[in-house]
């Protein structure tokens, strides 16, 4: 029952939503106004389940003296404190957004730069040639760096038109087909999750 429940429900959540987004008929008695409160509803319980598992996770650590446990205590203060603050003044209220400009920001700005280390990193072992396709990336991010900085304006003038030709066609091109491989692929797992086959994300051995 613990297993068979789960995947009922879903099964039945799931079944109601693909109702209210392909039968027109559906969505005249209203009913889909009504599933897109309850999908907010669910984002809300899945938010508080999540604010939940993270204090009690939080907590163990601090208790046991887990290594770098110091950052849990900061991550709880944080995460009550702003929380206190939002339950208590409105979000259009100064203090709200003073503290997420002010703190937010600044650790936004630090964590893109921190990751444009890795991704140069990256892109210099992904731009050795070792292959035809490592050459192509090379020579494609080469034309890109030319036409976006003023050096290649000064080589030739033509490069803007390169640089649109291969954002118009060779990217928009392959990005399409990554977007039709996502949804067939998310396509597949909603039907399998719908009959009850997939059940992995119950923590349980796929039938």
Do not use: C
């Not at 429900?9 to 209210?20: D, I, K, S, Y």
């Not at 929380?83 to 703190?103: E, K």
């Not at 003023?150 to 392959?174: E, F, H, K, N, S």
């Amino acid at each position: 029952m613990r297993k068979d429940l789960p995947i009922w429900l879903g099964t039945l959540a799931g079944g109601f939503v693909v109702a209210t987004r392909w039968f027109s008929l559906v969505n005249a008695t209203g009913i889909d106004r009504t599933a897109d409160r309850l999908i907010v509803a669910s984002y809300a319980a899945a938010a508080a389940v999540g604010f939940i598992g993270l204090t009690r996770v939080h907590l163990r650590a601090i208790e046991a003296r887990r290594p770098l446990w110091g950052y849990s205590i900061v991550l709880l203060v944080a995460m009550y404190g702003y929380s206190g603050v939002l339950f208590l003044l409105p979000t259009s209220a100064p203090l709200p957004n003073w503290i997420f400009q002010n703190v937010m920001g600044p650790i936004f700005s630090t964590m893109y730069g921190l990751i444009a280390f890795f991704i140069t990193s990256a892109a210099y072992r992904a731009f050795r040639v070792r292959s035809l396709e490592s050459a192509l990336l090379l020579a494609a991010a080469a034309l890109a760096l030319l036409g976006n900085s003023a050096l290649g304006g000064r080589i030739w003038q033509g490069w803007d038109g390169v640089l649109a030709w291969i954002m118009a066609v060779p990217v928009t091109g392959g990005f399409r087909a990554v977007q039709v491989g996502a949804a067939l692929g998310a396509l597949g797992t909603a039907v399998r999750v719908l009959l009850g086959l997939e059940r992995s994300h119950l923590g349980s051995p796929q039938a």
